[in-house]
């Protein structure tokens, strides 16, 4: 069975930064594009980044441009979300997801497999 987990969560202060990872058990990620998503409560699931299969070809939302950077690392078959420069706006719930395909998609639905998520907590 497909499964994904982050780690990397945690408490940082505002300017800080944190590393997440995502490993996938069942599959390879190196096969699939992967996309980091956040969520906080009341507000929808919103795409972070995303890094394609094809040609690691990557995106940003506009809240994270210049600040994160997704890469993959796939001799342990990872992928990462590097955050500098974080706020409190980051503070969130961040999962990342998979899709079988060769092109990122900034669309949830789009997705396949989903992670538990990791709690991001960002004080100021």
């Known amino acids: 069975q497909a499964q994904l987990a982050e780690s990397g969560g945690g408490l940082v202060q505002s300017g800080g930064s944190l590393r997440l990872s995502c490993r996938g058990s069942?599959?390879?990620?190196?096969?699939?594009?992967i996309g980091w998503f956040r969520q906080t409560p009341g507000k929808e699931r919103e795409v972070v980044a995303c890094i394609s299969s094809s040609d690691s070809s990557t995106y940003y939302a506009d809240s994270v441009k210049g600040r994160f950077t997704i890469s993959r690392e796939n001799a342990k078959d990872a992928v990462y979300l590097q955050m500098n420069s974080l706020t409190a706006e980051d503070t969130a719930v961040y999962y990342c997801?998979?899709?079988?395909?060769?092109?990122?998609?900034?669309?949830?639905?789009?997705?396949?497999?989903w992670g538990q998520g990791t709690q991001v907590t960002v004080s100021s």
């Open positions: 997801a998979a899709r079988a395909a060769l092109l990122y998609s900034r669309g949830r639905d789009d997705y396949d497999y």
């Open positions: 069942g599959f390879t990620l190196e096969y699939n594009t």
